[in-house]
């Protein structure tokens, strides 16, 4: 039926198998495009008719390409990342091709962490984060593409440091980009139509999605790249509910000796290993379930439970969750043990604690942001 069709606003070859990738348009949807003529994947019907962008797949080269020309272009480029998880949504070697290119780092789902955590320790953190991937950007900003409050501050940003240019919006998927370029499409198309278009990257199947901003320049959307270490890949849709925060996090204290453990449904563990009884408290979905247990029965526990009463991930998706990793460390002051995507526990000086999370996912450590 739709064997080299082509959609008629990306170009992107018609597919009907593949939700998350280019060209994919449900099947009753490509009959009616036929009767009415007009033919789009699902990402341009959506773009045209609600003015919403999709998040799609992208391989690595498409992405090489794509950024070879960020590269050799004067723009600015706006690099989204999840502040909840940093690492996850890092851009591996992103600083070697933005080249000269200014960075504006924008620190998205803001909305996630408790009000006590002050702003400006955030944007700290992000900037230390930041200049360890080797990044320097120009300037950072928070925002909640979500609740959409914090995106006129953002584009009075871009405008100042734009200087005219252009402007490339980049990020891996699941970072919230496709919402909040939906925030930005509001606020600066208004009641303006036709200020969006779509076209090609050249020597790539990508197609990007221009919002004018002058008569010559735009912002420029660029497509998701897939981060294999997010957790996001470990569990299915009804699992992640359990783990990514909807709401602020609201933190869960508990009075511990040393060799007790804390499990974080069957994600991540947590083992008070030497120190006096103290309060560590915990940041994670409110929802998540924490059990208490010993830590010398913990392994036993975990392999009794998991999938059980330590939960999620469900049962049957137990086997796509890597083991857990262990990391050990000595604290001299108050810290968060930070496991990137699910959350953090912060702990007192002078401990030795245990964080376990799934291989693959990172575990760091940062002095206590509240
Ligand atoms: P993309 O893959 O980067 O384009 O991300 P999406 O816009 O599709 O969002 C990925 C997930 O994050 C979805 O479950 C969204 O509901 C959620 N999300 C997006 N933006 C926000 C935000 O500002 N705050 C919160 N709490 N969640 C968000």
Not at 91 to 105: A, D, E, K, T
Not at 236 to 255: C, G, M
Request: hydrophobic share 40%; charged share 25%.
């Amino acid at each position: 039926l739709n064997e080299g069709l082509r959609c008629i606003g990306c170009g992107a070859e018609i597919q009907t198998d593949q939700p998350s990738e280019l060209g994919y348009t449900p099947l009753s949807a490509l009959k009616k495009g036929f009767e009415n003529d007009e033919v789009l994947c699902q990402r341009c019907f959506r773009l045209r008719h609600y003015n919403e962008i999709q998040p799609v797949d992208l391989t690595d080269d498409d992405f090489r390409r794509l950024l070879d020309q960020i590269s050799t272009t004067d723009a600015l480029v706006v690099y989204v990342m999840d502040v909840f998880d940093f690492s996850g949504s890092l851009i591996p070697g992103l600083h070697r091709f933005v080249g000269s290119n200014p960075v504006l780092l924008v620190g998205n789902k803001v909305d996630i962490l408790p009000h006590a955590l002050r702003r400006a320790k955030i944007k700290e953190w992000m900037r230390q984060q930041a200049n360890r991937a080797g990044l320097r950007p120009i300037d950072i900003a928070l925002t909640s593409g979500k609740n959409g409050d914090d995106v006129p501050a953002l584009l009075d940003l871009i405008e100042k440091h734009r200087a005219r240019r252009s402007v490339y919006v980049v990020g891996v998927t699941n970072v919230g980009k496709s919402t909040l370029i939906n925030q930005i499409i509001k606020d600066v198309t208004g009641d303006k139509k036709d200020v969006i278009t779509t076209s090609r990257f050249p020597g790539t199947t990508l197609d990007r999605i221009e919002i004018a901003l002058d008569d010559q320049s735009n912002i420029i959307d660029t497509p998701g790249i897939i981060h294999k270490d997010q957790m996001a890949h470990y569990l299915s849709p009804k699992d992640l509910k359990y783990v990514s925060p909807q709401k602020e996090l609201k933190p869960r204290t508990y009075q511990l000796n040393a060799e007790q453990t804390l499990f974080m449904g069957a994600m991540a563990r947590f083992d008070y290993v030497q120190g006096a009884k103290t309060g560590i408290t915990a940041y994670f979905e409110n929802n998540l379930p924490i059990h208490r247990t010993k830590l010398d029965k913990a392994d036993l526990f975990y392999e009794k439970h998991a999938g059980e009463l330590l939960a999620p991930p469900e049962k049957e998706n137990l086997v796509n969750l890597p083991p857990l990793k262990r990391y050990e460390f000595k604290t001299t002051e108050k810290t968060d043990i930070v496991i990137d995507g699910l959350g953090w526990i912060t702990v007192p000086g002078q401990v030795v604690v245990a964080a376990w999370a799934p291989k693959g996912v990172s575990v760091l450590t940062r002095k206590a942001m509240i």
